[in-house]
């Protein structure tokens, strides 16, 4: 019974071999993309699922309100809250607190500037399941002056030499010794790191208060509950916590903070708060790539149902010949289920090639680095399997009970040619086909509307031909001297033009961040949050920012020292509504005094989708994070200044990496998740257009072809080509003038949501929506017309033979 179906499906198959064609590559694309997206999906959604008790973990997120309002989310929180919550809630099994390091690690001659480095509690390794190859997880970071490591930093400083019990330096300024190595971070997990410096070193080189205090943040924080702990309740008994801690000396200051308990699991894709360890991914980006890969298995399975039922008259006679010979119906559903089987077989083949092919390219597009292992993924094979079953089911079903439900009398009689049996479906279909290409193609044009708009707005601050060095972690008591006569000497090369230290640049959320200030002589209940800039007397003329009112810092005021420069925003903030009514205003900075002597206007320190900021500039000429070089390419070589800057470097600041970047590549970096997701969206969606223009095509030859004779008689009646070119194309673009008006309102609104993510944005106007239509109106037109300019163009004597 099986090799008679493998017969007549294959014998069907190579009979009609460009509709096996179209319907075959249609599917495999769809397929290949599906399990592409699918895969990009599962591994985003995989973030620190390894962690045996993941379920339990949960990071304390920190909301900071002034006055009753939202100020700051932070990723992280104040020191002493992980003790505060596990000395007064039982239901808190453990903590785990880090606090990121920053600075020149060596060893002997080994020197290197290490990322992603922190000081950590004894309870971290212990809580999370990170692979400890070397010593053990507990009591690894119990001691002063103690480090665990990753093999890549191991094999980066001692080699082949086995690492545990060697003793590194950071900046020079402690040794720690190894008592842990860990294996190397897996990609997917939110917080990776190099090296762990033990916490109770970080508290010997600041202050006690490092355990307890909560005038101190920026520390990760994590808790592990017990097993029957609820984390709403949990949740409830810390803000209790925090209350009894510092609640009265928030409320003198009209401030209040909140902390929240977020699931380990949930931080990679729902979590951008300042101080992140990483920068996270979206899960809104992430759950529409799942959208597209939905609409294109359901826009190749719409094109398989199509082409069937519309070839149902062409193998009407067929079944009627079957059922007179004594088939059932159940036989028949067989026959054309096993067609159904036979094809998404073929096309699950194709699909594995067209996989394997563009791998690399999917890699590139997404910034992930899914390799061909996951052929050897059981949830790969495993969601194979189900698409390739689903698909035989879902796109051969329909066709089969159409197919077997025709009388043989009818059909035999030739009755069923006059009807329009699955007409109306194969009309709606169509419409859902282009409604979702429509939808697809609107959102690329207006994801890459809206990162043209990011890229070409004035930022208010000059980051073109701009060189910026880390600065120098290992400084001893010259370091004042030194910097002076470094900058000096670059300056005599006249390519140079300005060179200017700073804790920041722009393109860097800015890390000091203030709160309790407040006008002197104001209410402390009126006190604000700001983000801090330490400059040097030329970083405002470098950077172009331009002064509103008053002035810039001047070596010729000694008093800079006690100056500070608000940004407009920042006035704002304070409640002074006109830049003139805050010069020379004094104001509480932590229990010192600083004077306004200037405002500059608001520039865009962080990418397009942040609104301007609160920024303070505070004279600090000897600022050591950044120095950056302001060059004249027109008068000498970019390449010339790095290698003069590095010699110079060497001199200067011994026993530090010499590293840079330039400033605009720097800043144009926070638009790369955005350009990704725009290209992966736009590369989707050009082959979701690309399948249902296939069944478009396949559906257009079939009906023509059904129309010959009627296209002979015309032609003999005196009917041009043109004449009957639009009179066969108009009945294909009605239904897709039909998914334009569908797909319109419904796509409109899901970008107005989109858009909300942005706080520079660009308008949604009509021609948004008129360009994408009319292209996908123009490639259907062609599509069809390739058909039907043929079928015209026939010999009405051939034409009036077909039948």
């Known amino acids: 019974m099986f090799k008679n179906y493998f017969k007549t499906a294959f014998r069907n198959l190579v009979k ?22 699918l895969q990009f999906v599962r591994f985003e959604r995989s973030y620190d699922d390894f962690h045996i008790n993941g379920d339990r973990i949960f990071r304390l997120q920190q909301d900071r309100y002034n006055e009753g309002k939202l100020s700051t989310q932070w990723a992280g929180g104040a020191a002493g809250v992980g003790v505060a919550v596990k000395e007064s809630i039982p239901e808190v099994e453990a903590f785990a607190r880090l606090k990121s390091a920053d600075g020149v690690v060596s060893y002997g001659e080994n020197k290197f500037r290490e990322e992603k480095m922190y000081f950590a509690n004894d309870g971290f390794l212990p809580m999370f399941s990170y692979n400890v190859i070397l010593g053990k997880k507990e009591g690894a970071l ?28 950071l900046n020079k300024d402690a040794d720690f010794k190894v008592t842990a190595v860990v294996a190397d971070m897996p990609l997917n997990t939110h917080l990776k790191f190099s090296v762990l410096f033990s916490y109770p070193t970080y508290v010997a080189l600041t202050s006690p208060d490092a355990e307890t205090t909560f005038n101190w943040d920026g520390f990760l924080t994590y ?35 909140e902390y929240k308990l977020q699931p380990l699991k949930d931080i990679h894709l729902y979590s951008a708060y300042m101080s992140e360890a990483e920068p996270n991914g979206d899960g809104k980006a992430v759950n529409f790539l799942l959208i597209i890969s939905i609409f294109i298995i359901v826009i190749a399975w719409i094109n398989y149902v199509n082409l069937s039922t519309a070839r149902s008259l062409e193998r009407a006679r067929e079944v009627g010949v079957r059922k007179v010979m004594g088939s059932y119906r159940l036989q028949l559903i067989r026959q054309f289920l096993f067609e159904s089987l036979l094809i998404n077989f ?18 590139s597009l997404t910034g992930k680095q899914i390799t061909f292992s996951l052929l050897a993924d059981v949830r790969f094979w495993l969601a194979l399997v189900i698409i390739f079953i689903g698909g035989t089911f879902l796109s051969g079903l329909y066709p089969a009970f159409v197919l077997s439900s025709f009388r043989p009398i009818e059909v035999l009689k030739g009755k069923l040619s006059k009807t329009s049996h699955g007409a109306w479906l194969r009309q709606a279909l169509v419409i859902t086909q282009f409604a979702a290409s429509v939808a697809l193609m609107v959102g690329t044009f207006t994801i890459y ?69 407040r006008l002197v002589g104001s209410d402390p209940n009126k006190s604000q949050q700001y983000r801090v800039f330490g400059v040097d007397h030329d970083f405002i003329e470098a950077y172009g920012l331009k002064i509103v009112k008053g002035r810039d810092f001047d070596e010729k005021f000694g008093s800079d020292s006690s100056a500070v ?20 205003k004094k104001i509480d900075f932590w229990g010192e005094e600083f004077t306004i002597v200037g405002i500059v206007s608001n520039h865009h320190q962080e ?31 970019v390449n010339d200044v790095i290698k003069t800057a590095e010699k110079k470097w060497a001199t200067f600041f011994p026993g530090n990496p010499f590293e840079y970047f330039f400033l605009n590549d720097h800043f144009a970096a926070q638009y790369k998740a955005d350009e990704q997701f725009g290209k992966t969206f736009g590369l989707f969606a050009f082959l979701a257009i690309i399948i249902a223009c296939l069944g478009l095509f396949g559906l257009a030859s079939f009906v023509t072809t059904q129309r010959t004779k009627e296209i002979g008689i015309r032609k003999i009646s005196g009917a041009s080509i ?47 929506f008129l360009i994408p239509c009319l292209l996908i109106l123009l490639i259907a037109v062609v599509t069809v017309s390739t058909q039907t300019i043929r079928a015209a163009s026939a010999s009405p004597v051939k034409s009036l033979r077909t039948e």
């Not at 949740?235 to 003198?252: D, L, T």
């Open 565 to 584: 420069v608000f940004n407009e925003a920042a006035i704002k903030l304070l409640g002074v509504n006109k830049p003139e009514d805050a010069l020379n």
């Open 223 to 257: 808790v592990l509950l017990k097993e029957s702990a609820d984390p709403k309740k949990v949740e409830a008994k810390i803000a209790q916590a925090v209350e009894r801690k510092v609640g009265e000396e928030y409320k003198k200051r009209n401030e209040s903070v």
């Open 722 to 768: 043109s004449s009957i070119v639009v009179l066969l194309t108009r009945d294909f673009i009605k239904p897709i003038l039909i998914a334009f008006a569908i797909a319109t309102p419904i796509t409109y609104y899901l970008l107005i949501q989109w858009l909300q993510n942005y706080a520079f944005k660009t308008d949604v106007t009509f021609w948004m």
């Open 142 to 169: 119990k001691e002063p002056n103690t480090a665990v490591i990753t093999t890549a930093v191991a094999k980066k400083y001692f080699g082949n030499e086995d690492p545990l019990g060697k003793v590194i330096s």
């Open 607 to 637: 990418s397009l989708k942040q609104d301007f900021d609160a920024y303070i500039f505070r004279l600090s000429p000897n600022a050591d994070n950044y120095y950056s070089l302001k060059i004249n390419a027109a008068t000498g070589s």
């Open 346 to 363: 073929l096309a699950v083949v194709l699909a594995l090639i067209i996989i394997v092919a563009s791998l690399p390219l999917f890699n």
């Open 16 to 37: 009609h071999k460009v509709f096996s064609a179209i319907n075959i590559f249609g599917l495999a694309i769809g397929i290949a993309a599906c399990l592409m997206i």
């Open 449 to 517: 509307r809206q990162l043209n708009y990011m890229k070409s707005q004035e930022l208010g601050v000059e980051i073109n031909q701009t060189l910026v060095f880390r600065g120098p972690s290992v400084t001893d008591s010259t370091y004042e001297k030194k910097l002076s006569a470094f900058k000096n000497e670059l300056l005599l090369h006249p390519a140079i033009k300005k060179v200017t230290a700073s804790s920041d640049v722009p393109g860097n959320k800015v890390g000091w961040n203030a709160g309790g200030i």
